[in-house]
Every structure is written in structure tokens, then in C-alpha cells.
């Protein structure tokens, strides 16, 4: 059977690949530096960070939910890790165990954060779908809670690392590339294959498409809503781990400032409808460097920081607007 | 006699397939107009044109003499055309006066809501009407059909309508009801209304009409004087062949008890529901709109809860915890509401037919091939028409995406099927499609379980019905003592009891 692809569909999953390239040749013009190897890392870099939150922030939208907790349970972990880094340190001087000691309280430091962030993430989802209260209002209330308890066990200070190799690991480059860049793509990878490959991701657009259809096909709709929300948060764990690790400090205050919005809007930019139903985990990675690269030259050309959040305004609304379809002869999604 | 709306070449398209073809037609002022044909014939189509809910894709439109336009139900009031529909166009939580007025209030000099006016025009509306027993201040909720229909045509008349269309008046009322209506309708008339009457059931028709107009498959067949034609005429044109044509023979088969319901009751829906089920047979649940089918059906598939009763399968309870658990033990549902809870209209016809079933074809990861295999598989075996594998189901005709929910249903490999309402709002040709593959099923050895509002399928299909009212079955019917009036007596309650 003759496999034919509208136009419309094209452009619906090649959007933000055009877009990221036309940003690539543009920014090159504007700033021929700009397309320089180390710019490109230090790009890339900047935007793992909240790169990996998106890529599960992706689940978490087609299955036609909302995480606003994110920035916050970012925080939470990462506080977590430097607490639990600092007591394993301390604990194990007195064996003087070299190397090992260090590895272990590393290993120990991202187990606890990551545990942290898959116990946020199902508090999230056990409101959500147990609780049956809206996405939007759960995730609003833990980004709340998450926030207020990080400045409470941190007094509203910093959370510094005793360890110095855990600022190294944070800095480490590996063949060239850093390291949270490349558990960025390795994730995305790996999720990009749950998504298409699996029978959760299938299930994820099902629930996101028509709730009511999926129960009516047998899917567990309150289970792959609530692993949606768990997903997030594993994602959050690892991302609390790389940026405490990349400042050897956590800022209880500041750490994971706006997470949401950047995650949100690269799942967004990348072509996920925040309706849900469809979506792409390699697309949020485009979405996320279209951000980075904005960022980029916004301060390469000098432009006012306070100016910067007006720009990632505008392209997230254009985004969605595309999307909406103003550019699809005037058809709307349902 | 005057004309009062005409019509010329009226034709209807929905993404290029014809519903409506080539209807020119004058309707009489102060006539009683009724519309006859199958579902699908085009009657809906047709009054809804009329009633400003469609746009026709050609043709031309007159009332009272002058070309009109009519874009939309604002502009089909403002001329004087209003449509009781089939599914009542009521707020539930609203009174009788406030739906009467709803859009169109009475105000005061001073801004504010003139309620006297209203009330005092609902009392004289209604006692036109002669239900005068019905209360202005009674919410919707708590009234009876009979006396909603009865809102419906006070909201209707309250502004000079002088074309009222109703649709399928009489499905849910008692035979008592019907005569009020007619009385209505009697009354209406002697005021010089124009009424267009849609009905299934053509010994109203032959009463109550002065002309008919058959339609079949969006053609227009005949516009007649009611003297002039018989009912077993009138149901000749509406089928255009003979019954059995559509029909593939029974074979009924007495096999041993496969699924068995005990007493099963679910709060304020099913009563004590107890029956049995033989592999391969075609068992018919028969029963008006409401009647507590398709919420049987849900228990079943364990959508919901049952309060009391038990479900056994070959002798075994069947427990249903998980929303798998009923596929798991071999029992597929075709829902009604074929986008609304059957498939998925923005996903392929491939992620469509494996939704269920997905778990074959992921162990762990899923086998794109093994999913088109399987999908080309049915596509062939049902002739679905689509552009391609990938094709999304919005881009499919109702017909084609009943058989992908159909295929969706059975890839599941059941041993026993509950079917509701699969041939609602498709073709004649999808239509036998799916009656020869609901009885290749049962063939198989199958268990089908076929919910049907259509009396004529129910009967060429079934081996066995069921009747069920008010969340109860109330008669059961062998194959050889099948007619549609026998069905009816059950349904509306003038045989079975309760």
C-alpha cells in the first residue's frame, strides 16, 4: 500500500527542525562566532539542564497534564543531594577511604535525589489521578510546598558541597562533550524509544487523545497518567544531581528558577500540543536548543537580560499559535 | 392550496460524500408533511438544512414565496421555523419559563429580567397547549419526557413559528402521550402551522400526516397524498429491496451456556438483570433510547461498578477489578458512541485496530511490522476504504470508521462480543458489510451480544431478543416470533409488566 504524507503532516513534524536550522544560519550571519565549536557546547550545556526536565515534561503534557512543580522539586532534590553528599563525606573521613569514599557519596547523593524526584513526581500523580484534582492546581500547590520546605531546611541559604570532586563531576567533559549534554541525548534517546516503541508511550497519547476511549480500550488511564507525573520527576532528580554538582552549590532560593517555564515551553516549541494526544521527546530537544541558542544571542548581541523573558515570551505564543494552525489555512484543532 | 417553503435541487456533502441529493420539494401551508426512510436516508439532513444547523452544498430555498437564506438557527426562527429535535434542546437546571425564553427574555423598561411577562405567557402558552398541568417554575430535570416534548413545542410556538419541524416525536412516549400529541398537532394545524414530521413508525405516519415524502440513501423516491399510500407500501419505498436481501441467513445454534448474568443490578440503571448466553448465537437487545443497554453492556465489560448480581463465564465468576480483566477472560465491547469512547479519531488506522490489543504486539517493544501486518489483514477482510495505513480516522467516512472499530474490537481474539448500535449513521453497503460479519462471527463459534434501537436489524439479525425497559428486561422473544410490533408492546410497556 502506497504510503503518502499530506503536507500538512511535514511540516507538523519537521517544524521545529526548519526552525532550529533557519535560527543556526541567522545567528551565524548576526555573529559568525557564534557557530564556533565552544559556543555550541557551552549552548548545549546551558540547555540540558532544563533539557531533561522537558524530555519528561513531554509524557507529562501528551497525556494532557502540566507539571508547574518541576522548577521547584529541582531544588528540593538538589538540596537533598548536597545534604546527603555532605553527610556520606563526613561519615566516611573517618575511614579515609580515598576514591571509593568519593564515588560512594556521589552514588549515594544522586540516589537520594533521584528517589526524592520519583516521590514528588507520584505525589504529583496520586493528587491528579486519585484525587481527581486538575493537574494545573496540584502542580501549583507542590511547586508551593517543594519550594517552601528547600527554604526551610536550607534557611533560606545556600547548601554547599564539602566535596570538591562533586563540583568536578559537575564540570567533567567526557570525549569533548559535557557530561550533562551527553545524559541529555542519551535520555532523549531512551525516552524517544518509550514513547514510540512501547505500549506506555502508545498509551500516553491514547489517554491524552480521548481519556475515554483509552478506558473504553482497556488501558489503565490513572496508571500511565500517574508514571507520566514519576517520569518527570526522575528527570528532575537527574537534573538536580548535574546542576548542584555544575555550581557545587544549591541556592534554596534560586535553584531551579523558572524550570517550568523553560520546560514547558521547549516541550512546546518542539510541536507537543498542549492539548496532548501528540507529541515528540526529540522534538522537546529542539525546542530546547531553539531556546538556548535565543538566550545565546540575545546576550551575544548585547541585549538587556531583563528583555530576554520578552523574547521567550513571544516565540512561545508564536509556537503555539503555529500549532493552532494560523498558518494551516485557518484550521483549528479540536 | 399556498406553498409555504419550497425547495429546488437542495444537496448536502459532508468531506465529499453525498448525504443529500437533488431534493426539490413544495410543503404546503398548514399541512401535516412527513418525512419517512431509513436512518442515513437523509431525513435529519434534510429539517436540519431547513432549521439553519446545515448548510446545503447546492441547491435553492424559498419560504412563503421569497428566496431565503438561511445561515443559521437565529435566521430560521426569525422567519418563523423552529425544530423540536429528537434529543431535547433543554437546560436541566434551569425552570419551564426560563428554557421557554432562554436567549429571547422579557425585559423591563428598566434593564432588568420582566418574570411576570414571562410566566404569565408560559401559563397561556401551555394552556393552549392544554398541559396546563405543567408549572411554569418546575425545573426541566424533574419533569417527564412527555412534558419536556410539550416544552419543546411551547418554546417552538411562543414566537409565531409557523413551521414546526419535529423529529422523531414519538420514540419515547407512552401510547398515551402520543395521543396528546396528536391532539396538539391537530390544533397547531387548525391554526394554519405548517408541520413536518419525521417518524420511524409509519402507522403514525399513515394517521396523522397528510403527505409523505420517502427518502433513501439521500434520494428523493416519492412525495405522495397519504390516501394513496398504504404502510406496507410506504416501507417497500423507504427499503427499496426486500428485507432479506440485507440480511445474511440466520443459523441459529443452541451450544452450551457461555456467559451467564445473575441478578445483576446497578443503582438507579439496571434492575435485576439475569439471562443467559450460548456460543454462537446472536442474542438481540431490543428497547428504546435510555432503556439501560448500553450501561448493562459497561457492567459487563466492568466500566462500571455493579452493585449486586454476578457475571459468570462458562460456569466461572467472572471478576472484573481491572480494565483488562474483561478482554483478558475473552469479552470485547463495540461502543455506541463510536468517536466518543470507540476510537481514537487523531490516531492512524494502524494505532487504531492495536489499541486494545497492543500488549500482542509489544513483548516488550512494538513491532511496527507485526501491527501494518495484522492491519492489512483487516483492511482486506472488511474492504475498509482508506488512503492509506496511516491515514488518520478523521479523514474517514462514518462507515469506514465503524470497521476499524469493528477490526479494533475483534483483534482482541473474544469469545464473546457485545455490538451497540454498530450501524448507526452509516451507509447501506457498510451496513451489510457489518451484518455478514456479525453473522460470519457467530459462524466462528462467536458470542454476540448485538444492541440495536433499529427494529427491522434487530429482527434480521438476532436468533434470540431481549427486551429491555427502565433498566430491565421485560420480555424475550424467539427468532420465529420476531415483528416489530411484538417488540414495541414490550419496550413502551404495554406487555412484560412493571
Request: hydrophobic share 45%; glycine share 10%; proline share 3%.
Amino acid at each position: 500500500m502506497a504510503v503518502s504524507i499530506p503536507k500538512k503532516l511535514s511540516l507538523d513534524k519537521y517544524g521545529p527542525l526548519i526552525a532550529l536550522v533557519a535560527l543556526v544560519i541567522v545567528s551565524t550571519i548576526l555573529y559568525p562566532r557564534f557557530i564556533e565549536i565552544r559556543n555550541l557546547l557551552n549552548i548545549l550545556r546551558q540547555v540540558s539542564y532544563t533539557g531533561i526536565i522537558a524530555l519528561g515534561m513531554t509524557f507529562v503534557i501528551i497525556s494532557g497534564g502540566i507539571d508547574l512543580s518541576v522548577g521547584s522539586m529541582t531544588a528540593l532534590a538538589g538540596a537533598f543531594a548536597i545534604l546527603t553528599l555532605n553527610a556520606v563525606t563526613q561519615g566516611l573521613m573517618m575511614f579515609s577511604p580515598g576514591w571509593l569514599g568519593t564515588l560512594l557519596s556521589i552514588l549515594a547523593a544522586a540516589a537520594v535525589s533521584i528517589v526524592i524526584g520519583l516521590a514528588a513526581g507520584f505525589v504529583n500523580g496520586f493528587l491528579v489521578t486519585k484525587g481527581r484534582i486538575a493537574p494545573f492546581i496540584v502542580t501549583l500547590g507542590t511547586m508551593a510546598i517543594f519550594r517552601s520546605l528547600t527554604l526551610y531546611i536550607g534557611k533560606a541559604g545556600e547548601f554547599r558541597s564539602v566535596s570538591s570532586s562533586y563540583g568536578d563531576m559537575g564540570m567533567s567533559v567526557i570525549l569533548g562533550i559535557p557530561l550533562p549534554v551527553w545524559i541529555f541525548f542519551i535520555l532523549a534517546a531512551l525516552l524517544s524509544f518509550v514513547l514510540n516503541r512501547t505500549k506506555f508511550g502508545r498509551y500516553v497519547c491514547a489517554v491524552g487523545s480521548n481519556e475515554k476511549v483509552a478506558r473504553y480500550s482497556a488501558i489503565n488511564v490513572d496508571k500511565v497518567r500517574l508514571i507520566s507525573y514519576v517520569i518527570v520527576g526522575l528527570m528532575v532528580g537527574i537534573t538536580a544531581v548535574l546542576i548542584s554538582a555544575r555550581l557545587n552549590s544549591l541556592s534554596s532560593t534560586n535553584a531551579g528558577k523558572d524550570y517550568e517555564m523553560d520546560a514547558i515551553a521547549a516541550v512546546v516549541i518542539g510541536g507537543t500540543a498542549m492539548t496532548g494526544g501528540k507529541g515528540s521527546v526529540w522534538g522537546s530537544v529542539i525546542g530546547a536548543m531553539i531556546l538556548g541558542i535565543i538566550n545565546n544571542m540575545l546576550n551575544m548581541l548585547g541585549v538587556s537580560p531583563y528583555l530576554q523573558g520578552l523574547v521567550k515570551g513571544i516565540v512561545i505564543i508564536g509556537a503555539v499559535s503555529i500549532q493552532r494552525g494560523w498558518f494551516n489555512n485557518g484550521r483549528t484543532e479540536k | 392550496m399556498e406553498v409555504i417553503v419550497k425547495t429546488e435541487g437542495i444537496a448536502k456533502e459532508f468531506s465529499s460524500v453525498r448525504v443529500l441529493n437533488d431534493i426539490s420539494v413544495e410543503i404546503r401551508a398548514g399541512e401535516v408533511f412527513g418525512i419517512i426512510g431509513e436512518n442515513g436516508a437523509g431525513k435529519s439532513t434534510f429539517i436540519k438544512i431547513l432549521a439553519g444547523l446545515y448548510q446545503p452544498t447546492a441547491g435553492k430555498l424559498w419560504f412563503d414565496g421569497k428566496a431565503v437564506e438561511i445561515r443559521n438557527p437565529a435566521d430560521a426562527r426569525g422567519i418563523g421555523i423552529s425544530l423540536i429535535p429528537q434529543e431535547f434542546n433543554l437546560v436541566s437546571d434551569l425552570c419551564v419559563y426560563e428554557n421557554i425564553f432562554l436567549g429571547e427574555e422579557l425585559v423591563q423598561k428598566n434593564g432588568f429580567l420582566d418574570i411576570k411577562a414571562m410566566v404569565s405567557r408560559t401559563r397561556q402558552l401551555l394552556s393552549e397547549l392544554d398541559v396546563s398541568s405543567i408549572d411554569p417554575y418546575a425545573r426541566i430535570q424533574d419533569l417527564s419526557v412527555a412534558q419536556k416534548q410539550m416544552v419543546e413545542i411551547a418554546k417552538a410556538i411562543a414566537f409565531d413559528s409557523r413551521f414546526l419541524i419535529m423529529d422523531e416525536p414519538t420514540t419515547m412516549l407512552t401510547s398515551k402521550e402520543v395521543e396528546i400529541l396528536f391532539r396538539l398537532i391537530e390544533r397547531l394545524k387548525a391554526h394554519g402551522v405548517t408541520i413536518v414530521y419525521i417518524s420511524h413508525k409509519l402507522k403514525e405516519v399513515k394517521r396523522i400526516c397528510d403527505r409523505v415524502m420517502v427518502l433513501r440513501d439521500g434520494e428523493f423516491i416519492s412525495l405522495e397524498e397519504i390516501a394513496n399510500i398504504g404502510i406496507d407500501e410506504m416501507a417497500r419505498r423507504m427499503v427499496g429491496r426486500e428485507l432479506k436481501e440485507i440480511f445474511p441467513e440466520k443459523k441459529p445454534a443452541a451450544g452450551e451456556v457461555v456467559l451467564s448474568v445473575h441478578n445483576l443490578s446497578v443503582e438507579g440503571l439496571l434492575h435485576d438483570i439475569s439471562f443467559d448466553l450460548h456460543v454462537g448465537e446472536v442474542l438481540g437487545f431490543a428497547g428504546l433510547i435510555g432503556a439501560g443497554r448500553t450501561e448493562l453492556a459497561e457492567t459487563i465489560m466492568g466500566l462500571r461498578r455493579a452493585e449486586s448480581g454476578e457475571i459468570s463465564l462458562r460456569g466461572k465468576p467472572l471478576q472484573l477489578r481491572k480494565p483488562w480483566d474483561a478482554v483478558h477472560a475473552g469479552l470485547s465491547y463495540l461502543s455506541e458512541d463510536r468517536q466518543g469512547s470507540g476510537i481514537i479519531t487523531s490516531f492512524d488506522v494502524v494505532k487504531n485496530i492495536t489499541l486494545t490489543s497492543l500488549r500482542e504486539y509489544a513483548k516488550p517493544f512494538i513491532s511496527q511490522k507485526a501491527e501494518i501486518e495484522k492491519s492489512k489483514f483487516y483492511v482486506d477482510r472488511f474492504s475498509i476504504k482508506i488512503p492509506s495505513l496511516f491515514a488518520k480516522l478523521e479523514q474517514l467516512s462514518g462507515g469506514n470508521q465503524q470497521k476499524v472499530s469493528l477490526a479494533k474490537s475483534i483483534d482482541t481474539q473474544p469469545k464473546i462480543i457485545i455490538i451497540d448500535e454498530p450501524t448507526r449513521g452509516i451507509d447501506v453497503k457498510a451496513k451489510r458489510d457489518i451484518y455478514v460479519f456479525v453473522r460470519g462471527l457467530a459462524n466462528a463459534g462467536i458470542s454476540v451480544i448485538f444492541i440495536s434501537s433499529e427494529l427491522e436489524e434487530i429482527i434480521g439479525m438476532c436468533d434470540r431478543v431481549l427486551i429491555m425497559r427502565s433498566g430491565r428486561i421485560v420480555g424475550e422473544l424467539p427468532s420465529e416470533k420476531l415483528s416489530e410490533e411484538e417488540i414495541m408492546y414490550f419496550a413502551t410497556g404495554i406487555k412484560g409488566g412493571y
